[in-house]
């Protein structure tokens, strides 16, 4: 048991001391001793024992933090370990979210005096800002301090503890073409663009493909002879800003699409003029690696955000159209495939999604045409 002395000053004055023995040091095998002085009164010194062999009741006392280190230092020792096992587009994503939203909020700060306190001032604020990306910012907080935790620079992690705020579900917003507004899209971007342009978003609403597919599209993917499209590559995020083509994400994303005649006449029309521009250049587009939606000097758009910016311009050209955003085609391509008749498995594979319940999730909104089918079909039926 750990006795409390009492030993006398210079100045005749009384302190109390006391020598806790911790235990054995696992990194070292020595025993190890903590030394309190200075206390004015037993009972003072009495309180602090309590406290101490409590810590060393929970093996704290053995685990003391390492020297201060900045939560951008534990961050890069966490990155130096995450980019071993990802794409470099989900590398690039990762980091811009740590940069953009996260460092901000506790970069500069020693990992050991992040509190609960400042964590969840940042998931506030997450929530307000950018609520869609909270809960990647939350797991992503939570990892670089959990490995902070494990590399003994702090013993507990308040991330761990944060109270998520919640929204109210809403229904989500109209992003998708009715089979009448697409006809009108494509009738206004056909009488108000290029060819190049028509092409994109017509094989877009016609193929569903997502945008990183389309960008990294080239000659030698379209069949028109067999009247179909290969998909096996996608135009991704790159640590530079820039985009790189790579290989999909999923097996499921390798797919062939049949297309229709109509889309595959705007490619052939766009094929001739591109061969006739970069023929001016000096360049020969005639071949099977040649991009189909180049950035006008054959190479790859180095920005997806390109075809944001054709969408934007094409809306400016005719206030008329509903606005939907690039993902609005696929969409459109899903919903319409499915109030044709299409059944769930066929339009899974040509959307190239991985597993059916991802199908299922982003895509249930179903026409008031479709509804209005469906329990036209059952009274039909019900009535004989």
Known sequence: MTKIKEYTLKNGEKRYKFVLYAGIDENTGKKKYIQKTGFRSRKAAQVELTRLEYRKDNRELLNKPLKSVT?????????ATYKLTVRESTLANTNSRYRTHIAPFFGAYKVDKVTLRQCQAAVNSWFVAVPSSMPACISLTAAILDLARKQGYILVNPMKDVTRPRRRKVQKDNNFYSREELGQ????????E???????????????????ELLAL??????????ALNIDKSLTNGLTGFNYVDKPKTAASIRTLALDDVTLSSLLEWKHDQAKELLKLGCNANKPQQIIFDDGKGGIIPHKNT??????????KNPNLRRIRVHG????HCTLLLESGASLQATRERLGHSDIST????????????????????????QG
């Not at 085609?329 to 459109?332: P, S």
């Open 329 to 332: 085609f696929r969409h459109t």
């Open 194 to 212: 290029n060819k190049k342009i028509y092409a994109c978003f017509r094989l877009l609403a016609y193929s569903g493909i997502r945008k990183g």
């Open 359 to 382: 199908t299922l999730n982003f895509y249930t909104h179903v026409t008031n045409k479709t509804r209005n089918e469906a329990i036209k079909g059952f009274l039909n039926y019900m």
């Open 71 to 79: 939560f951008d230092e534990v961050a890069a020792d966490w990155f």
């Open 185 to 192: 899209f494509l009738k206004a971007v056909k009488e108000t």
């Open 307 to 316: 075809v944001n910016r054709w969408l934007n311009r094409i809306y400016r």
């Open 218 to 227: 080239t000659w030698g993917d379209v069949d028109f002879k067999e009247k």
